[in-house]
């Protein structure tokens, strides 16, 4: 995946414990690049700062939502009828806007030499506190 820049279109993954608050923390990212073949996301939910947000947040319920979030980013039989949507189909039933507990920013676009590196970089730069 070296070589000329790819061009990636990204959408941060949020946690929105009270929907109706309107309150968020970022949890991880989607990165979708189809000129490198790649569809990927990953996640650093901040537990002390959800808590923060909602003392009363169900973690694990959070947790089941954001892993079955990567099933369907990973794609297959295990993710269901979108899991066997293509790659890009995939991302953008995603990153569609929601009113539920785990939504998305817009996608924004990007470009980098090395399109497998984007996922830490996004979260180390959009998700962490402090980068790993």
Same mark, same amino acid.
């Given at each position: 995946?070296?070589?000329?820049?790819?061009?990636?279109?990204?959408?941060?993954?949020?946690?929105?414990?009270?929907? %109706?608050?309107? /309150?968020? @923390?970022?949890? =991880?990212?989607?990165?979708?690049? +189809?000129?490198?073949? #790649?569809? !990927?996301?990953?996640?650093?939910?901040?537990?002390?700062?959800?808590?923060?947000?909602?003392?009363?947040?169900?973690?694990?319920?959070?947790?089941?939502?954001? %892993?079955?979030? /990567?099933? @369907?980013?990973? =794609?297959?039989?295990?993710?269901? +009828?979108?899991?066997? #949507?293509? !790659?890009?189909?995939?991302?953008?039933?995603?990153?569609?806007?929601?009113?539920?507990?785990?939504?998305?920013?817009?996608?924004?676009?990007?470009?980098?030499? %090395?399109?497998?590196?984007?996922?830490?970089?996004?979260?180390?730069?959009?998700?962490?506190?402090?980068?790993?």
């Amino acid at each position: 995946m070296s070589g000329a820049p790819h061009t990636y279109d990204y959408a941060i993954v949020r946690v929105v414990p009270r929907v %109706e608050r309107g /309150e968020f @923390i970022n949890a =991880g990212v989607i990165v979708s690049c +189809p000129g490198a073949k #790649l569809l !990927a996301c990953g996640f650093d939910l901040d537990e002390v700062r959800l808590a923060a947000l909602d003392p009363t947040a169900d973690i694990e319920a959070i947790r089941k939502h954001l %892993e079955a979030f /990567e099933r @369907i980013c990973n =794609g297959g039989a295990d993710a269901g +009828p979108i899991g066997e #949507l293509p !790659a890009r189909q995939r991302f953008y039933w995603l990153t569609a806007p929601r009113s539920s507990i785990i939504q998305t920013s817009p996608a924004h676009t990007g470009r980098a030499r %090395e399109a497998g590196d984007v996922v830490e970089r996004l979260l180390d730069t959009m998700v962490r506190v402090r980068p790993r």
